[in-house]
Each structure stands twice: as C-alpha cells, then as structure tokens.
C-alpha cells in the first residue's frame, strides 16, 4: 500500500513484491528481537549537495504524503493528524526539499507526540495553522532540537520557555515582527540559536548573558539596534557570534573587551560587519578568528 503512494522511476522497491519477509526489503529495517519495522529509507544514498539536478530527480523518490508514513523531502500535501498517534516517536522530521510542498491544517496533533526529542518542520507551510502559536506550549519539556526556519512564523514560541532540555533553536528566514524577549535567555541549557533574516527589532537585554551554555549565536540580518551589552562577556563557550546586517552602535573594542574576558579563547567567527560601529582603539589582545 505505501508503494502503491510514491513514484519509484528508478525500481529501488524493486524487492518490495510478494507476501514474504519484508524484513529483507531493500531500505527496510526491523527489530533483531521483534522483527518489527523500525526504519524506512527511501532517500538517496548520497548527500543531496553532492548530486546535480538530473541526478537528483532521476534517483529520488516522490509522491503523495500519507498517513502510514515519517518522512521528508519530496513528499508533499496535507501532514496528517495521525502523525499525533506516534507517541513512541523520539525524532520527527518533516523538513521539506523546497518551500511549502508541505503544509499543515492544524498543529493539535503535535501535543500527541510525548516523547518527542528532535522535531525538524522546516519549510513547511504553517500559515493555515492558526494554532500553532498555542500548540507549541504542548510540546514535550524533553525537545532537545527544534527547527522551524522558513515556516512563515510572526513569533518566538512562548513554549520554548518550558523546554528545559532544549540545545538547539533554529527559527531563521521567518517574519518575527518582535524585541527578542527576555523569557528566551533563561533557556540556559541553548548551544546553538539562530534567528538569522527575521524582522526583529529594538535592543538586546542584558539578560542575554545567562545563556552560558550558547556556543553559536546568529542574530543577522535582522532590525535590532542599540549597544551590545557587555554582559555578551559572560558567553565564554561561544565560538560563533554573527551580529552583521543590524543597526547596532558602540565601540567595536569594547565589544571585544567584553569577550575577551573570557579565559577559554575559543571565539572562531565574529561578523559584526554592516552596522553603525565606531571602531575605536583596539586595546585587547584577541585570539586569531575570522573577523568581518
């Protein structure tokens, strides 16, 4: 029945026939104990950036979504509901190849999904999903990962507040039309946070400080203005700030007399470049980094 759904040109289900073990099917694994279906690979077996486009159409898979099926990539339509039912489901991708060939009616089935851990809906069509502001307050405290870059999105969900565990926030190239507020910086457990190409706007809290854990930190392409707090200096796991493309004002030194302060000298990237700072006296002794 799930053949039947996707369009197969180049036969790789070509031993998904008879009543036998399908155990034995190519892209099919299963439980040693249970003998239970586990897995589905229907992707191509190479990274997608290493393939040109005739490759890629040529050896993808495609075809309707349906409700029996994880998946990502080439299938398009409505997310079904019963998506919900999965409440063993550590890991949901739904990552779309291109923008909104998915999309979504509601998002009340997410509140389903209890043990969920990493949930990719990037480049899913959200903007029907009038709830998804709501829903998010459902998700699971154990979400380590989330990724909703491209999904239209006008706010940061409040829900993240609740995630305790969560490391890893990605929301770039959306429409968050806000100040980045304060609840966000008590995710002290965040290691990467991106919000690159939103539409935020106002002054960074110093409040952002109590992100000791961040060790990437893109705020780009964005409309935030103002100083940059010294308190950036308490970020001593940092590695990778992008602040470029704002209308941030101050002294570039003093900026980096703050992150100099820490001992750990890890700093690898620093773009600060496309704002309204003046560059000062360079009175610190920096560890070697890409600076732009």
């Known amino acids: 029945?799930?053949?039947?759904?996707?369009?197969?040109?180049?036969?790789?289900?070509?031993?998904?026939?008879?009543?036998?073990?399908?155990?034995?099917?190519?892209?099919?694994?299963?439980?040693?104990?249970?003998?239970?279906?586990?897995?589905?690979?229907?992707?191509?077996?190479?990274s997608d950036e290493y393939l040109n486009y005739s490759l890629y159409q040529e050896n993808s898979l495609g075809g309707k979504f349906v409700s029996r099926i994880l998946s990502d990539s080439k299938f398009a339509g409505i997310i079904p509901h019963q998506l919900g039912n999965l409440s063993s489901v550590c890991s949901l991708g739904l990552r779309s190849e291109s923008y909104y060939w998915m999309k979504v009616e509601n998002l009340q089935w997410l509140s389903g999904l209890s043990s969920l851990q990493n949930l990719d809906m990037s480049r899913v069509d959200l903007s029907k999903a009038s709830d998804w502001f709501q829903v998010t307050n459902t998700l699971p405290s154990m979400l380590v990962e989330l990724h909703m870059s491209g999904c239209e999105l006008n706010q940061i969900p409040v829900g993240v507040a609740n995630m305790t565990r969560l490391e890893v926030l990605n929301l770039r190239l959306n429409i968050i039309w806000d100040t980045i507020p304060q609840w966000l910086c008590t995710c002290t457990n965040l290691e990467s946070l991106s919000l690159y190409l939103n539409l935020l706007r106002g002054e960074i809290s110093s409040s952002i400080g109590n992100l000791t854990a961040i060790v990437s930190l893109d705020l780009s392409a964005n409309q935030l203005k103002g100083k940059i707090p010294n308190s950036l200096g308490n970020l001593c796991k940092l590695t990778v700030l992008d602040m470029s493309r704002n209308y941030f004002n101050g002294s570039v030194s003093k900026i980096l007399g703050s992150l100099s302060r820490c001992s750990s000298g890890q700093m690898e990237s620093l773009k600060l470049s496309t704002n309204d700072f003046s560059a000062g006296k360079f009175q610190t002794c920096m560890p070697p980094y890409s600076f732009e």
């Open 1 to 46: 029945m799930f053949k039947q759904d996707l369009k197969d040109p180049s036969n790789r289900l070509l031993s998904w026939v008879g009543e036998g073990d399908c155990c034995n099917w190519t892209g099919v694994v299963c439980d040693n104990l249970t003998s239970h279906v586990r897995e589905l690979h229907r992707g191509n077996y190479y």
